[in-house]
């Protein structure tokens, strides 16, 4: 079963808003076993939309359209669909009460003709009930293929796509299992893992795809296994990353499902009931900023200083003068002393310091640009490792958080049972 995905606004083809529906229905269907054959954003124009329609018709089971529902003259995919679909618009008496109850109950005003209008559908439509907002979902079907209109509030998406949609093609459509496993690798890059997986990869049974998902530091190998016997899938994905983690076992930190590491790390964490601090100076509170992203991140994350100022290093971790001025304050001693110092004072398990010139321009330490120390201070000793992460400034600090993470989940891991 194969859909594609359409986003009407202008709004997003000029930037003024970054299009997350696309991700969220892509990662919804994509569950369940439909495809997703491409994902297309359009402008807020008749001719365009339905353009677009008639290029979809019977190429794909399913069209997905985020936006143009609303009581405003622009929301016009109402009647674009009447016009495809040679249909008029009717008023649906229960989407009006819903309209006024939930105008009059919620926001305690009298409902407008505007608001009333959103009860006014194509009469061949089957209606989504949309319980978040006001614009109800559509679903037509043109010969081979249907088309489900969704609002773009992606609140109100989200809630149709869950309890509206999944549970309709579910019940209506034969669909295959498309199943995912993605393994995280972390300090070597895409051609270095290539090499060393290039047997393995040539080996891998049909059914079963690999992708390579590199970013700076790390890279995430994605494999994607397709066909109609569930547990033989499961069954082939896991004997495979077995034979993978003999290969490259040295540098997978862990797996996940649509997991980030910091999702990785909190789970770990919570499990072994330990904590973390951090003590960042170069990275600017971007590692803390990571891990309290996570929901929940208060089982286990202590707290964090920012002493980018050489004074704060002194005045607040209490690092030594001498100290620094022996070492300078990029150096390993310094990064050292910084993480032992935030790991006492937050009363943490684990406490990860960084100190280092990111540039443009050299700072209080005559280190050459790029040049990071990063500290991992753990219940049994601390571990200190030089980097240079070049040029430029953002290079380096994105840099400098996922090696403190690295660092961070290999430690937790050796812990793991």
Request: glycine share 6%; with cysteine.
């Amino acid at each position: 079963m194969q859909a594609t995905i359409v986003t009407i606004g202008d709004e997003i083809l000029i930037g003024q808003i970054v299009d997350t529906n696309s991700g969220y229905i892509a990662k919804s269907l994509d569950k369940i076993g439909v495809e997703i054959n491409e994902m297309i954003s359009i402008s807020d124009n008749k001719q365009h939309i339905l353009a677009t329609f008639s290029q979809l018709q019977n190429k794909v089971d399913l069209v997905i359209i985020t936006g143009g529902l609303g009581p405003t003259k622009d929301d016009i995919t109402k009647h674009t669909f009447c016009e495809y679909f040679e249909d008029t618009l009717v008023v649906n008496q229960q989407v009006e009460n819903h309209v006024i109850d939930l105008i009059e109950r919620v926001m305690q005003r009298p409902a407008s003709q505007m608001n009333k209008d959103q009860a006014l559908v194509p009469s061949k439509c089957t209606i989504l009930h949309n319980q978040m907002g006001t614009a109800p979902g559509m679903w037509m079907k043109k010969e081979n293929t249907v088309y489900i209109s969704l609002p773009g509030v992606p609140y109100e998406m989200k809630y149709l796509v869950e309890n509206e949609i999944i549970p309709k093609i579910i019940k209506e459509y034969k669909r295959p299992y498309i199943l995912h496993k993605t393994i995280l690798t972390y300090g070597q890059g895409e051609s270095l893992v290539a090499e060393r997986i290039e047997n393995w990869e040539n080996n891998l049974p049909e059914c079963i795809k690999l992708a390579y998902l590199p970013s700076p530091g790390k890279v995430r190998l994605r494999l994607s296994a397709r066909g109609t016997d569930k547990e033989f899938l499961l069954q082939l994905i896991d004997e495979n990353v077995l034979q993978l983690s003999k290969i490259i076992g040295d540098i997978i930190v862990g797996f996940e499902e649509d997991e980030t590491i910091e999702v990785v790390i909190g789970k770990n964490l919570t499990q072994q009931k330990k904590t973390i601090a951090t003590a960042e100076s170069c990275t600017g509170g971007k590692i803390a900023q990571v891990l309290t992203a996570v929901a929940g991140a208060s089982n286990y994350f202590k707290g964090s200083v920012v002493s980018y100022a050489t004074q704060t290093k002194i005045d607040v971790l209490g690092i030594s003068e001498t100290l620094i001025e022996k070492h300078t304050v990029v150096s390993a001693e310094v990064a050292k002393a910084m993480a032992l110092s935030i790991q006492k004072i937050m009363k943490s398990d684990y406490a990860i310091a960084t100190t280092g010139n990111a540039g443009p321009s050299i700072g209080d330490s005559n280190a050459e640009i790029g040049t990071v120390f990063i500290a991992l201070a753990t219940p049994n000793n601390v571990i200190v490792e030089k980097f240079n992460f070049g040029q430029p400034r953002e290079k380096v600090i994105d840099r400098a958080v996922i090696k403190g993470l690295e660092m961070l989940q290999k430690e937790i891991l050796k812990n793991v049972l």
